[in-house]
């Protein structure tokens, strides 16, 4: 295949809130290659979660979506029945809390072996084979006991693992993580972060990794995409993302967090507040108002994503900026 | 080390819950206007030791005294209890739940006020009116039911409460762990505001080094409810001695990090459970 | 997920009632209406009652609908309608005078229980369930041989009888909010637990507390016709729609049933009624605490 994998153009969302309507995805443009690692970074209402829903087909009722999502040259929002079916075995989802997401009350055996034996059409006995071996590559070596026990007698950090295995073992071509080790101590974090990427490059799956951890996505991604207020403000190469920034968004956040090999006097924090969409000024840059860079163009309109030294941007003023965004502090 | 001005020393202290240990003969001192931080993952028995601290947890064994005053056990009265309320403070973790959904900010810094002093209305509201200028809310905001309120607005709510008994000690217990990056350092930024204007002493609860690095001079590291190490905070995390502190270090995301697989054991005998506390001071 | 609601949406202060009630939705404000008709009844009956309720005249026993008697007579020729209007009053009281005792019985030891957890909550709720055992009109029939018969014993039996089940639902609500961590700082803060389970805890339970008050005064509506029915409370010839089935119960069978099937639906009305709005009420509750 020549084109990208996952295409997403202009999609937009707006979902049922108490009667009305809410925007939540607005214009969100993305391309995935076959064997590449998207990061999709983003702060509360930037629609990072909402995004990889709606690649998945998991959107709530009554959504209404604009825009297209195309996988392996398909439109996803088109499918139904059988293909529908083949979608999900060819896209694969973990969650931040894996609990919500797998029956307590099944062992973790019959969970893992559920859809080889109904779609491949393995025998029991070969699929616990195949569970096994795929729990033995995510670091669980006595699989053939942790297929008998059920979720609860695994901790968080190993539970996290089983479904990294779970959702490898349908040999899907895109992996969509959501949070996968926010709710994970930061040594778990690190080793399941390992065997993603291990396993990942291995495979030679791609994947959309979202969170909300700006050098946590640059660390296992190719390339990152930074969301605000529904829409994608900046794609670029994880590598370049901290020294290069191509939005003051993106600099402004890497700005913000603490820095663990010294003490600032105080931080350089954003006033406001991270908006939705929905709360988002229209007709104008969603970030204008709490912008350091911010001219009187950028509240007339809203800026489009434009490219720019081979990623993209969504300010107006990026070209002019270049070089001015300062990440490192002095 | 024993500071006798220490306004916190807390010594040989211990939790155990039936046959499980939480916590297992800790002990540090935060100085007047210090502010430590004790580092851990799950398990560690950080969130323990503050509780004990506060009072919502009895030791098992140990001492804790604040403001001079012993407090190992509870409280005898309920001007006992009060009075402790003004010598330690705590901010939780969760701004959805920390604060009664029907009350607003007002309403909560006002009800802390009359529950420690027996002020006319006009002078707790100007009171009132000081906290939450102190920490950055607007009248709107003042007046707003927690459910109008965004995480990082409840969070300074939540202080403002706190910082209402004007407490020598304040524990953050992962106070800003549940807010946006961009909130977290608003929050972080007024924290340090507020230490330099009050002069109170922090006792600050965290898994994020970075968070702890930028807002504790002294560090401790907690496992499995034991101190590995400690020390001030740059030395501990630019030089840990202890194999868990520097797990605990190359774990944490940075540019240029990239996550190795590492042989973590299962067999609970393993040499690398074993802790050994080593010194960085 | 900070999704803070931009200024002017609505810092919603306390619900108010009618707002409230609007949430119900249509069957919820139609059940309000038939409960408010009910008490209007039972405060200003006796005045409305058209002709006098407790005269008797035998010589127009049965007599059906006719004049200005709507519902016709009944079995000792009393107009059926002013019947009805005076008998709400006994009809509607033993109810609530039910639902006031159980619900502050019950309330009082749901709270006091989750506060103090441990031994105190394992004592109290085997104590409860042993008092769960006893249905309600079982503990009515033995309060009436020992007290004699009427409204007060009866209603007084059933409170006892309601009691822990009020306790039982109330108790998981209290918990739930002695584990919040609010209630944890205020504790910190050195405030009492009287006052915290009365200015905090109680307050956010009123949803359910007021949700489940609603459902059982339909129960005990039910329960205290039952027991007049029987016999054992209200005694004939005050007025009661429980009494009124019984008394008239021999003409259905007979060919004249107006005034025994008026005095159900009266009944099943107000019942009815309470039980939608209470449902309603409490799928409220339980939506406002997700």
Redesign the interface.
């Known amino acids: 295949m020549t084109g990208p994998l996952l295409d997403v153009r202009g999609l937009s969302v707006r979902l049922p809130v108490r009667g009305s309507m809410r925007t939540v995805l607005n214009d969100v443009s993305l391309a995935i290659r076959p064997g590449e690692a998207l990061g999709l970074v983003g702060e509360s209402g930037s629609g990072k979660s909402m995004t990889a829903r709606a690649i998945g087909r998991l959107l709530p009722r009554g959504a209404e979506t604009e825009g297209t999502v195309r996988f392996g040259g398909r439109d996803v929002g088109a499918l139904a029945g059988a293909d529908l079916r083949r979608l999900r075995g060819q896209v694969a989802m973990i969650f931040q809390d894996p609990r919500a997401h797998v029956n307590p009350v099944r062992r973790v055996g019959d969970f893992m072996t559920e859809a080889l034996r109904a779609n491949q059409g393995l025998s029991a006995a070969e699929a616990r084979r195949r569970a096994a071996g795929m729990l033995a590559q995510v670091g669980i070596d006595d699989g053939e006991r942790r297929l008998r026990q059920y979720p609860h007698e695994l901790s968080g950090g190993m539970l996290q693992r089983v479904m990294i295995a779970a959702a490898l073992l349908t040999e899907p071509l895109l992996l969509l993580a959501d949070e996968p080790t926010t709710a994970l101590d930061v040594t778990t974090q690190a080793e399941v972060m390992a065997i993603l990427d291990q396993l990942r490059r291995e495979f030679g799956l791609a994947m959309l990794f979202i969170t909300h951890d700006l050098e946590l996505a640059a660390a296992i991604c190719d390339r990152t995409a930074v969301m605000y207020a529904g829409q994608v403000v900046e794609i670029r190469t994880s590598a370049l993302l901290h020294d290069d920034p191509l939005h003051p968004y993106t600099a402004a956040l890497a700005a913000a967090r603490p820095d663990i090999t010294q003490t600032r006097a105080r931080l350089r924090a954003i006033p406001g507040r991270p908006l939705s969409a929905f709360e988002a000024p229209p007709g104008q840059c969603a970030f204008a108002p709490r912008c350091p860079h911010a001219a009187d163009g950028c509240r007339e309109q809203v800026p489009a994503l434009a490219e720019l030294d081979g990623g993209v941007s969504r300010c107006a003023r990026a070209t002019e900026l270049r070089g001015v965004l300062e990440v490192a502090d002095a | 080390m024993p500071d006798s001005n220490a306004v916190l020393a807390v010594a040989g202290l211990g939790k155990k819950f039936g046959d499980f240990t939480a916590v297992d003969n800790v002990s540090f001192t935060i100085a007047p206007r210090g502010s430590l931080a004790i580092v851990g993952e799950s398990g560690s028995g950080k969130t323990t030791i503050a509780r004990m601290i506060v009072g919502l947890e009895r030791p098992t064994g140990g001492t804790i005294t604040a403001c001079g005053a012993d407090r190992s056990r509870p409280a005898r009265s309920r001007k006992d209890r009060r009075r402790r309320g003004r010598e330690v403070q705590i901010v939780f973790q969760d701004p959805y739940t920390s604060l009664d959904p029907r009350q607003s900010a007002t309403e909560t810094i006002d009800e802390v006020l009359r529950l420690h002093h027996g002020w006319p209305a006009g002078r707790r509201r100007d009171r009132v009116t000081e906290l939450t200028e102190l920490v950055g809310l607007d009248e709107r905001q003042s007046r707003a039911l927690p459910r109008a309120l965004s995480g990082g607005q409840r969070q300074r709510v939540a202080i403002a409460r706190a910082l209402a008994a004007e407490p020598r000690i304040l524990i953050l217990d992962e106070s800003v762990a549940a807010l946006d990056v961009s909130i977290q350092a608003q929050v972080l930024n007024l924290l340090a505001d507020i230490r330099e204007e009050t002069g109170v002493s922090y006792l600050l609860i965290s898994h994020d080094l970075a968070v702890v690095r930028q807002l504790a001079d002294q560090t401790v590291v907690l496992r499995r409810g034991q101190v590995v190490e400690r020390g001030p905070t740059g030395q501990v995390l630019d030089d840990p001695r202890h194999e868990y502190t520097k797990r605990l270090r190359a774990s944490v995301p940075r540019p240029g990090w990239k996550p190795t697989r590492q042989f973590f054991p299962s067999r609970p005998d393993h040499p690398s459970h074993q802790n050994q506390e080593t010194t960085s001071s | 997920?900070?999704?803070?609601?931009?200024?002017g949406a609505?810092?919603?202060?306390?619900s108010r009632p009618v707002a409230l009630l609007r949430q119900t939705g249509a069957a919820g404000m139609a059940s309000a209406a038939v409960i408010a008709a009910a008490t209007f009844a039972a405060i200003f009956g006796p005045l409305l009652a058209p002709y006098n309720p407790d005269l008797p005249n035998l010589s127009l026993a049965w007599v059906g609908p006719v004049g200005g008697h709507l519902l016709g007579y009944d079995f000792q020729g009393r107009d059926v309608l002013s019947r009805l209007l005076a008998g709400a009053i006994s009809s509607m009281a033993g109810p609530l005078a039910v639902v006031i005792l159980s619900m502050s019985a019950g309330a009082v030891l749901a709270v006091a229980s989750a506060w103090r957890r441990g031994a105190t909550d394992a004592v109290v709720s085997s104590g409860l369930d042993i008092l769960f055992a006893f249905p309600g009109i079982l503990l009515a029939v033995l309060a009436a041989t020992v007290f004699g018969a009427g409204l007060i014993a009866a209603a007084i039996a059933l409170s006892v009888a309601y009691m822990p089940y009020v306790a039982r639902v109330l108790r998981g609500s209290a918990l739930k909010e002695r584990g919040?961590?609010?209630v944890?700082?205020l504790?910190?803060?050195?405030?009492?637990g009287m006052s915290i389970c009365l200015?905090?805890i109680v307050?956010?339970m009123m949803p359910l507390i007021v949700a489940q008050a609603t459902i059982m005064f339909g129960w005990a509506m039910v329960d205290l016709a039952a027991i007049s029915f029987l016999g054992l409370g209200v005694q004939p010839p005050t007025p009661n729609w429980g009494v009124m089935i019984s008394e008239n119960e021999v003409g259905v069978l007979q060919g004249y049933p107006l005034p025994a099937i008026a005095a159900g639906v009266c009944i099943v009305a107000v019942v009815i009624a309470f039980n939608i709005l209470g449902e309603r009420l409490y799928e409220r509750a339980q939506a406002a605490r997700s």
């Open positions: 997920m900070s999704a803070a609601i931009p200024l609505g810092a919603a202060r306390r919040q961590p609010y944890a700082a504790e910190v803060q050195g405030a009492s200015r905090h307050p956010n």
